[in-house]
């Protein structure tokens, strides 16, 4: 705060003189600018020309001040314009009242987003189940080509995916088999406003096509956990929960020594419900296995030198197998 003697000796004789933002302002900006309002700057970086970079009601304003401010500084200012460009003036012995937290446009549209998408059922192409394979296959290596095309496919990294087809890095065809390609496509109606071919209403005020808000939300949270978790049919009759993430238990310095993690649950004809997890890094991998019953157990326990074994042959280091049984 500006309450220093020398500050406000420094700042009387300017407390007449009207301070404006430096250039152009976006109308973005002065939506929240009531004129006559008193309200805090917040000064978060003092530039060596002279002019500052300041917060006001969460908008962010590039100020020449008649003074050199200092970044953590607060400048109590009264609006005495709006538009078409904003005007403050100096106040020195007023206190700015309390501001309330403001949230940007982006946490304003994600709040809404969670709030609505929590209303709507999963959306039809998230909920169809088709199986990714017609039947057991005589290669694991074709389980593990459907998961991977399976989860690239899933639509949960749509965006990441259209930046490297428009960088000719990536097929069309690739880019068309995820569920936001087969959305229907938007129409304007009578009264301007954005409609889907489809009779359910819009949400209004949310820019993002109602069938992809289940998938959005799906984004958010893969963001804010690292972990994506996929669920589907391997093949008739064959489920499968599989969740794909980095160790929050393995902290590294660097990405090279990153520990990944991905789970599996499935339930198989001989060795009846399995949890496997596997823990990837640079250095090898680490499998932990869990059988439902002493059987599957058994039979996961006998079959571990054959795994340590395909492991080798593939080229990749077992730092360790892992058999227990959940009752145990």
Same mark, same amino acid.
């Given at each position: 705060?500006?309450? #220093? ?22 109308? *973005? ?13 917040y000064i978060d970086l003092a530039r060596a020309d002279g002019t500052t970079r ?14 050199? !401010? ?25 206190? *700015?009242a309390p501001q309330a937290p403001s949230l940007s446009e982006t946490a304003r ?11 709507l059922p999963v959306a039809k192409l998230a909920a169809a189940g088709v199986p ?7 290669? @694991? ?52 406003? *954005? ?87 640079? #250095? ?8 439902? @019953?002493?059987?599957? !157990? @058994? ?18 280091? *077992? ?10």
């Amino acid at each position: 705060m500006l309450s #220093r003697l020398a500050d406000l000796v420094r700042l009387r004789a300017y407390s007449d003189l009207l301070v404006q933002p430096v250039g152009r302002v976006a109308m *973005a900006s002065l939506r929240d600018l009531t004129v006559g309002t008193l309200v805090n700057a917040y000064i978060d970086l003092a530039r060596a020309d002279g002019t500052t970079r300041a917060t006001i009601d969460g908008q962010t304003f590039d100020l020449r001040l008649p003074f050199n !401010a200092r970044a953590g500084d607060t400048v109590a200012l009264r609006v005495v314009e709006a538009a078409p460009q904003p005007r403050f003036m100096v106040e020195l012995d007023a206190q *700015a009242a309390p501001q309330a937290p403001s949230l940007s446009e982006t946490a304003r549209f994600i709040t809404a987003l969670l709030a609505e998408s929590e209303k709507l059922p999963v959306a039809k192409l998230a909920a169809a189940g088709v199986p990714l394979l017609s039947g057991p296959p005589n290669d @694991s290596r074709e389980i593990a080509r459907a998961l991977q095309l399976a989860l690239a496919d899933s639509g949960m990294f749509y965006e990441s995916h259209q930046a490297q087809w428009a960088a000719d890095r990536r097929p069309l065809d690739a880019l068309l088999r995820e569920p936001q390609t087969r959305l229907q496509p938007l129409t304007v109606d009578g009264g301007n406003t *954005a409609t889907s071919a489809q009779t359910e209403p819009q949400l209004k005020e949310l820019p993002v096509h109602r069938d992809a808000l289940t998938m959005v939300r799906q984004q958010l949270q893969t963001l804010e956990t690292q972990q994506v978790v996929w669920q589907g049919t391997l093949w008739p009759g064959q489920t499968i929960e599989w969740q794909v993430g980095g160790d929050p238990s393995a902290p590294a310095a660097n990405d090279a020594e990153r520990e990944w993690s991905s789970q599996l649950r499935l339930t198989l004809p001989r060795l009846g419900g399995i949890d496997a997890t596997l823990l990837v890094s640079s #250095r090898g991998v680490r499998i932990n296995l869990r059988a439902d @019953s002493a059987d599957g !157990a @058994s039979m996961l326990e006998a079959n571990r030198p054959a795994l340590r074994a395909a492991l080798k042959d593939a080229g990749i280091a *077992a730092l360790g197998i892992g058999v227990v049984h959940a009752g145990a």
